[in-house]
């Protein structure tokens, strides 16, 4: 005795270029939200970084890149004023921050979600 089944599924293709479409609108929302979150961090890094001549200020910057954002400074002691030494004090500027916008960030995934969502749907 034998037993045979078959199932078609209706609508696949429709579905994954639904699913391409949110996946796309997601992209560009958290991307979108994601630099203007890093820019406020880098902006209020400006603000609270230790000013001698200005250049570790004017080397700070953030750039946001797939779902990651890179906040930092090039200046070659940049991590001396953040960290210290055993001569000098720390002078953090890039982690408070960081800390300060920390709870915005899951704010902004959920504001994210929500707009690809109706983005992908329009």
Request: charged share 25%; hydrophobic share 50%; aromatic share 8%.
């Amino acid at each position: 005795m034998s037993v045979e089944m078959s199932v078609a599924v209706e609508g696949a293709e429709e579905f994954k270029a639904e699913m391409e479409k949110l996946d796309a609108a997601m992209q560009r929302q958290v991307h979108m939200r994601l630099a203007e979150w890093a820019a406020n961090v880098e902006a209020l890094a400006k603000q609270l970084v230790h000013v001698k001549t200005g250049y570790l200020r004017s080397t700070i910057h953030a750039r946001a890149q797939n779902w990651n954002a890179d906040i930092g400074a090039e200046a070659s002691y940049a991590a001396v004023v953040e960290f210290g030494t055993r001569a000098m004090q720390a002078r953090p500027y890039l982690y408070p921050a960081v800390m300060q916008q920390l709870p915005r960030l899951e704010q902004i995934f959920c504001e994210a979600i929500d707009a690809a969502k109706t983005e992908a749907t329009t």
